[in-house]
């Protein structure tokens, strides 16, 4: 089955950027999503990508996947320290559920 | 439009007692889907419904567990006989049939689960 593995930690400065990166095994997987989830809070959708785009802008947020290579990435510019939390990558691989990576906990400091 | 809700927030159960989590999707949504998260774990699969319909039990326990989406109100997750190792952060999550968005799933808050 589907397994996606993310890095455990992310230390940054505000105001500089953080890539938070993810890879997994199923070719098939159609979607791959980020979630964000602050403590002690449910999982927040932040963005989506189709296995068919390479690259996807929304406002501070850069994802790019690599299919050859199975790897996912968020980027996040001019990172605050309201983004402190940990970020979930997640692949729906067709049948309905996610699988989801053990989740980075990014630590922004002042 | 309300986003999908969960209840109660947190829940504490004595070993060998029932737990019930309630969960109503976001408005329009006929699909629900439960995940369990473990303290420092991501989340994992549990089951996959639609109304009066499992879908996909692949991931729940083989006994003690159920889950039921019935045609009227909210889905229900429960719990028989907890044990201490039940404790954890249950998440539901809704989905609408659009296959433009990929059936995104939205998440509740999530049940925090406490057996003594």
């Known amino acids: 089955g589907e397994d996606v593995e993310q890095s455990l930690f992310l230390s940054v400065r505000e105001g500089d950027s953080s890539v938070i990166n993810c890879t997994y095994t199923d070719s098939s997987s159609t979607y791959l999503y980020w979630y964000k989830q602050e403590p002690g809070a449910g999982l927040q959708l932040l963005t989506y990508i189709f296995s068919n785009m390479d690259m996807k802008q929304d406002q501070r947020l850069t994802v790019l996947l690599n299919k050859k290579d199975k790897h996912l990435s968020l980027r996040i510019a001019d990172t605050q320290t309201g983004d402190s939390a940990i970020y979930f990558c997640?692949?729906?691989?067709?049948?309905?559920?996610?699988?989801f990576g053990t989740g980075t906990r990014l630590l922004v400091s002042p | 439009n309300a986003g999908v809700m969960q209840n109660p927030r947190h829940l504490v159960r004595r070993r060998g007692q029932e737990a019930r989590l309630r969960c109503s999707p976001m408005?329009?949504?006929?699909?629900v889907y439960w995940y369990r998260q473990l303290p420092e774990e991501g989340l994992k699969f549990m089951v996959y419904?639609?109304?009066?319909?499992?879908?996909?039990e692949s991931g729940m326990p083989k006994e003690r567990f159920s889950a039921e989406f019935p045609k009227e109100g909210p889905s229900i997750l429960r719990i028989q006989q907890v044990v201490r190792g039940d404790s954890a952060a249950y998440f539901c999550?809704?989905?609408?049939?659009?296959?433009?968005?990929?059936?995104?799933?939205?998440f509740g808050p999530g049940t925090r689960l406490l057996v003594l």
């Open positions: 997640a692949a729906n691989t067709g049948f309905q559920k996610l699988v």
């Open positions: 999550a809704s989905s609408e049939r659009d296959r433009s968005r990929g059936e995104t799933q939205y």
């Open positions: 419904l639609q109304k009066e319909n499992i879908i996909d």
């Open positions: 408005k329009g949504h006929s699909h």
